[in-house]
C-alpha cells in the first residue's frame, strides 16, 4: 500500500533541468540579442537628406550714413557734476528690478539675475476704472520664482493707469480728483499688501493732466498714512526731465521717487539717442538740486527704438511733420539686426548711446538708437557721486546682460572691468513668417573693446568685435490663400479612419503628426494615409515633452518612431512637431530646446497658430466657428496650419465638425494644402525614400514585429483574463446558489449506534497541537471510533503528548515509524484501521463535536465512496491569516459548492475528509507519487465511478499559516501538488465516461489554477502599466490629456473586482459563520495575496519543468487555532 516513490515530474538525471536551461539559455540569448541589435538601431539617428528653404529675411547695412551722422560735441564733459559728496549712508545704491509677467523674456530675466535684486517691482496692480477698484494679474510662476530667491528681495508691485499699451489719463485724472475713490483704492491696496505680504507699491500713472498732477500727491499723501505704519513704503515714478511734474512735491509726498531715465527720444518722436549722456547729465544736475539723491531712484532704460525713415527724409521727420514710425526693440533685437545687415555700430561720441543704420528686404531704411552696459556704466559712474537711493532697470528682459555686473556695487566702485565680454542672450528672436520653424541662431558670446576717457572714466567709445546672439528662429510657409489641416495623436483605430473617409471624400489634403506607439498599434492606417497623399510627420514615440526630458530619451523617441516609419513605408519622415509645442512662437529656451534637438536630427519643426481646442471636446459647430474666427481675424500673426486631432481621446466632435470646416474655408477663397506645401517641398522632400541598410531594416522589422506582438498578446490576455474570470464567477456562483436550492442533506446518521470510524491523524513534529485535536476527536458525537495517531518519526515530543495526554484511553492508538512521508504513514494507518469508514485530518485541524457524525451520514447512499467537508481558517490573527480566512470561503468553499452541485468534487481535504476504506483499499491507498494525496485520491475516486459528496456543515478549523514565509511554503507544496494530479489524470480530461469531472473541473483547473495564474502576473502588469501611463499623462501633460483610455481599462477592472467582491458576498452569505468582519479585505487581497498565490504557481511550473523533486515541507505549528462554539 506504500504506492509509487517515484513523484510525477521528477527525474532524478537531471536531464531534463539540463536541457531546459540549454533551450531556455540559447532562446534568451538570441532574443536578447535581437533586442539588443535592435534598440542599437534606436541608438543612431536616421541620415535625412538636406533641404534648402527660401531665406526669410535680408538686410543691408548703411555704413556711410551712420558714419555722417557723428558730429562730436563732447558736451557731457561741460556737465557739473555734485561739489562734495553726500553724508554717511549706505554702503552701496539698492538694486531694483522692473518686471513684466507677460514677456517670456523679462520672466526668464527674473529666473537668473533675481539674486541680484533688493527690489523686485513687478507691474501687477492694474486701476479697474475710477472708483478705487484694482486688478491683480495673475502671476503664479512670477510669484513662486521671488518667493524662492534665497535672497529674499522685497517685493513692491506697480500700480499702473495702462490698459491695451496705453496710459489711460482720463481715468487716473477722475481717480485722484475724486476723495471716495482714492481712499477705497488706498484700502484695497492695503488688503492686498497684508495678503501677499508686499513691501509696498510703486504708483506709475502717466498721461496725467495738470489737474491730475495737482492731485496725486494727495493720493500718495494718504497710501503712505495707511502702508508706513505696516512697515510698507511708497514710491512714486516720475519723467527724468520733469515735464511739468511737481518732482519735489512727489518725493515729499512718498518715500521715494523713482526718476525714469529714459526715453530722451521715443517711438513717435524723431530718431535719436534714448538717454544721451549729455541729455542725462544735465537733467540730474536739475533733478538733484532740488530733490534729496538719498530717496530718490534712478531709472535706467535697457532698451532701444528702432525707426524706419521717411522715404528722402534723413533727419527723421516725414513730409507734413508727422513722426516717423518707431518700434521698441530689445539689446539682443538690435545685436540681430546690426549683424542680421553687416552693419558696423557706432557710439555717438556726443550721446555716448550705441546706434546704426540699415534696409530691410522691402528696401526700407532704418535708424536703431539703443541702451546697452556701457551706457548703464557711463549713468552709474557719474551718479554715484550723488548716492543715490539706488538704480531700477526699465525693464527687465530687454537689457544688455553685461549691466548685472555693474549694478549692486558699493558707490564710487562701478567697474567696466568685465564689460568687454557680453553674455549670451537667452531672449528668441524671429525672422519671416510663417510656421515652419529653423533655428539659425544658438546663444553665443559676444566681445567688445572699450575706449575710456582718461578724464571722467567714462567709456567714451566701443567696438563690438563679434555681436553676441541670442535665439534666432527663421519662420517659413506664409502664403497667402494656402491652408493645411494637421492632425495630432493618431493613428487611432476609432477616429483617424473616419477622418481619412471624409478627407478623401472632399478630396483635400492634411498631415498627420503621429505617435510611434499608436502607429505600431495600426500600421495599415499610417500606410493608408502616406497612400492618400496625405504628409506624415513626427510626434514622437510617447508624447513626452521633450524639453523636460534627457536629450538621449528625445533621440530615442524621434529615432524609434522614425524607424518604424521606415519599416511600415519604406519612407522617411522629415516633418516634427513637437508635443506641447503650444504655437509657431516659442519664447523660452525651455520652449526653443525641441526644435534645437529636432533640428540637429535633421528634422523640420511645423508650430501652429490656429488651435480651436478640439482636444476639449467642444461642439463641432464650435471647432468650425473657431478655425474660422482666426483665420477671418488674423490680427497682428496670421495662420495658415490648423490643429486638429484624431486620437487622445474621443474625437467624435472633430470628425463631425471636418466636412463643415472643410467647405466653410474653401467657401472662403482658400485652398487646401499639406505642410510640406506650405514650406515649398516636394513629396520627396517631406517623405524621402529611406535608403537604410537592408539588414538595420530586418532587425528594426523583427524588433518592432515582437514589441507590437508582445503588446498585441498582453492586451489579449488582459481582456480574456477578465472576460474568463468574470465569466467562472458568474458560473461558480449560478451552480452554489443552484446546489444550496436544491441539494439535498442526508438524515443524521445513529451516531450512538453507527459503525466504526477509524480516525487517521498523521504527525510529523506536532507536540504542540497533536493533543488538542485528538481531544477535539475523542469529544465527537460519534461513539463508535477508533483514534489512530501515525508518528512518522518526530523528532520532538509529539509521542510523549500523546501518551502523557491520551495514553490510558483505549481508543487512542499511537503508531510510531520511521519517517517516511504522509502517504506512507497513512497507508500504514489503513493496515491496522479497524472501521467500515475512514475519517482523515491534519494535526493540527480541530473538530467539532458534530462534525464526523455529519460527514458519516452521506455514506447512507451506497454510491457515495467520499465526502469533503468544509475547512474554516481557525486562527484568524493578522493580515496574511484572515487572506486565507476569506479564499477559504469565498474560492474554496464556493467553488467546492459549485463543483458538487455538478458531482465533481476535486478534492477532499486533508484536513477533514470520510472515506469508504473498501474504497482506499480499491483504489491502493493514498498515492505516494504526488504532494497533493487528497486531491489525487479525489479524482481517482471518481474515474473508478465512484461520487464524491460535499457537506459545508461538516466543519473543521485549522490553523493557516501566519507569516508569508509559511504561506508561501504550504502554497507551493498544494499548487505543485495540483500540477502533479492534473497531469497523472490527463486521460480524465474531456473524457465522456466522467464529463463533470472531465469537461468542467479538470479544465478550470487548467485555465483558472495553472494557465491564467501563470500569466497573471503580465495581465497586473498592463493595468498597472495603464495606471502609471494614465497618471504620467496627467501630470506631465494635463492639458492635452485625456482620461478615456485609463478610464476603459479601470472601469473593465473595477468591473471584475465588482464581480469577484460580489462572488465573495455571496460565498460569505452561503457560510453561516462565515468572517464578515474580513470582507473588507477583500479587494486589498487582489493586490498583494493574490501576487503571491501567481508566484508560487509560476514556481510550480518552472519546477515541474526542470524535473526537480520537492519534499512534503514542515510548517511549523503555534497551536493558534481555535473552535467555534456549535461548530
Known amino acids: 500500500m506504500g504506492g509509487d516513490d517515484r513523484h510525477i515530474f521528477h527525474d532524478p538525471s537531471g536531464r531534463r533541468d539540463r536541457r531546459m536551461r540549454l533551450v531556455l539559455g540559447i532562446t534568451l540569448s538570441a532574443l536578447a540579442a535581437v533586442v539588443a541589435a535592435f534598440l542599437a538601431t534606436l541608438a543612431f539617428a536616421p541620415r535625412l537628406p538636406s533641404v534648402t528653404l527660401k531665406d526669410p529675411h535680408v538686410l543691408s547695412s548703411l555704413h556711410d550714413a551712420t558714419a555722417h551722422r557723428l558730429k562730436p560735441n563732447l558736451a557731457w564733459r561741460k556737465v557739473p557734476h555734485p561739489a562734495a559728496a553726500p553724508g554717511a549712508g549706505p554702503a552701496r545704491p539698492i538694486s531694483v528690478g522692473f518686471y513684466v509677467s507677460w514677456d517670456e523674456d523679462s520672466r526668464e530675466s527674473l529666473r537668473r539675475n533675481i539674486d541680484k535684486l533688493d527690489v523686485v517691482s513687478p507691474q501687477w496692480v492694474a486701476l479697474k476704472g475710477s472708483a478705487g477698484d484694482v486688478v491683480v494679474d495673475d502671476d503664479p510662476q512670477g510669484v513662486a520664482r521671488i518667493a524662492a530667491a534665497p535672497n529674499h528681495p522685497a517685493v513692491l508691485p506697480l500700480v499702473h493707469n495702462s490698459a491695451n499699451a496705453k496710459f489711460d489719463g482720463p481715468l487716473a485724472d477722475a481717480l485722484l480728483a475724486d476723495p471716495a475713490a482714492r481712499r477705497k483704492l488706498v484700502a484695497n491696496l492695503a488688503d492686498l499688501a497684508v495678503k501677499r505680504g508686499y513691501g509696498g507699491y510703486v504708483f506709475d500713472l502717466e498721461n496725467l493732466s495738470d489737474k491730475g498732477l495737482a492731485n496725486y500727491p494727495k493720493l500718495l499723501d494718504e497710501a503712505r498714512a495707511v502702508l508706513k505704519p505696516q512697515g510698507r513704503e511708497v514710491w512714486v515714478t516720475a519723467p527724468f526731465d520733469g515735464q511739468g511734474w511737481p518732482l519735489k512735491r512727489l518725493q515729499d509726498a512718498a518715500d521715494t521717487l523713482v526718476l525714469m531715465a529714459y526715453d530722451q527720444h521715443y517711438a513717435g518722436g524723431d530718431p535719436g539717442p534714448n538717454a544721451g ?47 516717423v514710425a518707431g518700434d521698441a526693440v530689445t539689446f539682443h533685437e538690435a545685436m540681430r539686426n546690426a549683424q542680421d545687415a553687416g552693419a558696423d555700430i557706432a557710439m555717438d561720441e ?41 538704480y531700477g532697470l526699465w525693464r527687465m528682459g530687454m537689457e544688455d546682460p553685461g549691466v548685472w555686473s555693474v549694478l549692486g556695487k558699493p558707490y564710487g566702485q562701478a567697474s567696466a572691468a568685465a564689460l568687454t565680454r557680453i553674455p549670451a542672450g537667452q531672449s528668441v528672436d524671429f525672422d519671416g513668417g510663417g510656421e515652419v520653424l529653423r533655428v539659425s541662431a544658438l546663444p553665443t558670446p559676444g566681445k567688445r573693446t572699450l575706449t575710456f576717457d582718461p578724464d571722467t572714466g567714462l567709456i567714451a567709445d566701443q567696438s563690438y568685435d563679434a555681436i553676441p546672439s541670442s535665439y534666432v528662429i527663421e519662420r517659413y510657409g506664409q502664403k497667402p490663400g494656402l491652408v493645411a489641416l494637421t492632425f495630432d495623436d493618431g493613428p487611432d483605430a476609432r477616429w483617424t479612419p473616419k477622418i481619412l473617409d471624409i478627407l478623401k471624400e472632399k478630396r483635400a489634403p492634411a498631415t498627420f503628426f503621429v505617435i510611434g506607439e499608436n502607429m505600431q498599434t495600426r500600421p495599415d492606417l499610417v500606410k493608408r494615409a502616406v497612400a492618400e497623399g496625405h504628409d506624415v510627420g513626427s510626434h514622437t514615440w510617447t508624447h513626452p515633452n521633450i524639453g523636460e ?103 467624435a466632435n472633430t470628425v463631425a465638425a471636418l466636412p463643415g470646416l472643410i467647405d466653410a474655408i474653401r467657401a472662403r477663397g482658400y485652398r487646401l494644402v499639406t505642410v510640406g506645401e506650405l514650406a515649398g517641398m516636394t513629396p520627396a522632400q517631406v517623405m524621402p ?69 477509524s480516525v487517521l491523524i498523521p504527525c510529523f513534529n506536532e507536540e504542540k497541537v497533536i493533543a488538542a485535536s485528538v481531544a477535539r476527536i475523542l469529544e465527537s458525537d460519534w461513539k463508535n471510533l477508533e483514534v489512530l495517531v501515525l508518528d512518522d518519526g518526530s523528532s520532538d515530543a509529539t509521542a510523549e503528548e500523546v501518551r502523557k495526554a491520551h495514553g490510558d484511553n ?200 495553472i494557465l491564467l495564474a501563470v500569466a497573471a502576473p503580465l495581465v497586473d502588469l498592463a493595468v498597472v502599466w495603464s495606471l502609471i501611463s494614465g497618471v504620467y499623462g496627467a501630470i506631465a501633460h494635463p492639458v492635452e490629456w485625456s482620461p478615456d483610455d485609463t478610464i476603459r481599462g479601470l472601469l473593465y477592472w473595477a468591473v471584475f473586482i465588482l464581480v469577484d467582491l460580489s462572488a465573495g458576498a455571496l460565498g460569505m452569505a452561503l457560510e453561516k459563520r462565515a468572517p464578515w468582519a474580513d470582507l473588507p479585505y477583500l479587494p486589498v487581497q487582489r493586490f498583494g495575496y493574490r501576487q503571491l498565490m501567481y508566484y508560487v504557481v509560476v514556481k510550480s511550473v518552472l519546477t515541474a519543468a526542470r524535473g526537480g523533486r520537492v519534499g512534503w515541507g514542515k510548517l511549523e505549528r503555534r497551536a493558534t487555532a481555535t473552535v467555534k462554539t456549535g461548530g
Not at 556726443?350 to 546697452?372: C, E, Q
Not at 458534530?850 to 465526502?867: D, E, H
Not at 483504489?923 to 504532494?931: A, E, K, M, R
Request: aromatic content about 10%; proline content about 6%; glycine content about 8%.
Open 277 to 323: 549722456q549729455d541729455w542725462y547729465e544735465t537733467e540730474l544736475a536739475k533733478d538733484f538740486a532740488q530733490l534729496d539723491p538719498a530717496r530718490a531712484i534712478l531709472a535706467l532704460g535697457a532698451y532701444g527704438y528702432d525707426w524706419t525713415l521717411a522715404q528722402g527724409k534723413e533727419g527723421g521727420k516725414a513730409a507734413g511733420g508727422k513722426p
Open 350 to 390: 556726443n550721446a555716448l548711446n550705441p546706434t546704426y543704420d540699415y534696409v530691410d528686404d522691402s528696401g526700407s531704411k532704418h535708424r536703431v538708437w539703443f541702451l546697452d552696459a556701457t551706457t548703464l556704466f557711463n549713468q552709474v559712474k557719474v551718479t554715484d557721486g550723488w548716492r543715490p537711493r539706488g
Open 549 to 651: 526630458i534627457p536629450i538621449a530619451q528625445t533621440d530615442v523617441e524621434l529615432n524609434a518612431t522614425q524607424r518604424l516609419f521606415e519599416v511600415i513605408t519604406g519612407r522617411s519622415m522629415r516633418l516634427f512637431r513637437p508635443p506641447f509645442f503650444g504655437d509657431a512662437e516659442p519664447s523660452t529656451p525651455h520652449e526653443v530646446a525641441p526644435l534645437v534637438i529636432a533640428q540637429t536630427l535633421g528634422y523640420l519643426v511645423v508650430g501652429l497658430r490656429i488651435d480651436p481646442d478640439d482636444w476639449q471636446k467642444p461642439p463641432s459647430q464650435t471647432i468650425i466657428d473657431r478655425t474660422l474666427e482666426r483665420l477671418d481675424h488674423p490680427g497682428d500673426r496670421p495662420g495658415q496650419v490648423v490643429l486638429l486631432h484624431d486620437a487622445g481621446g474621443n474625437r
Open 689 to 757: 525614400v529611406s535608403d537604410r541598410d537592408p539588414v538595420a531594416l530586418t532587425l528594426d522589422r523583427v524588433g518592432f514585429g515582437l514589441f507590437r506582438a508582445l503588446k498585441t498578446a498582453l492586451t489579449a490576455l488582459f481582456l480574456t483574463a477578465i472576460a474568463l474570470g468574470l465569466a467562472r464567477l458568474v458560473f461558480l456562483a449560478c451552480l452554489a446558489l443552484v446546489h444550496r436550492w436544491t441539494a439535498v442533506t442526508p438524515q443524521d446518521a445513529d451516531s450512538e449506534n453507527g459503525p466504526l470510524v
Open 810 to 1009: 483505549p481508543r487512542v492508538t499511537l503508531l510510531s515509524f520511521e519517517n517516511g512521508g504522509k502517504a506512507r504513514a497513512v497507508n500504514r494507518g489503513l493496515a491496522v484501521a479497524k472501521g467500515e469508514y475512514v475519517v482523515a485530518l491534519d494535526a493540527d485541524t480541530l473538530f467539532p463535536p458534530k462534525t464526523i457524525g455529519r460527514l458519516m451520514r452521506w455514506f447512507a447512499n451506497p454510491t457515495i465512496g467520499a465526502v469533503a467537508g468544509n475547512a474554516i481558517v481557525g486562527n484568524r490573527l493578522n493580515i496574511v491569516t484572515r487572506w486565507q480566512a476569506l479564499e477559504y470561503v469565498t474560492a474554496q468553499n464556493l467553488e467546492r459548492r459549485a463543483l458538487s452541485a455538478l458531482g465533481a468534487v476535486t478534492v477532499v481535504p486533508g484536513a477533514v475528509g470520510a472515506w469508504r476504506k473498501s474504497v482506499l483499499d480499491e483504489l491502493g491507498g493514498y498515492p505516494s507519487d504526488t504532494l497533493a494525496e487528497d486531491q489525487d485520491l479525489t479524482i481517482a475516486c471518481q474515474r473508478a465511478g465512484w461520487k464524491v459528496a460535499f457537506d459545508p456543515d461538516a466543519r473543521a478549523y485549522t490553523e493557516a499559516p501566519d507569516t508569508v514565509a509559511g504561506l508561501l511554503k504550504q502554497r507551493f507544496r498544494w499548487s505543485f501538488g495540483t500540477l502533479q494530479c492534473v497531469w497523472k489524470h490527463r486521460a480524465a480530461l474531456f473524457n465522456p465516461k466522467t464529463p463533470a469531472l472531465g469537461f468542467v473541473a479538470l479544465p478550470q483547473i487548467w485555465l483558472f489554477q
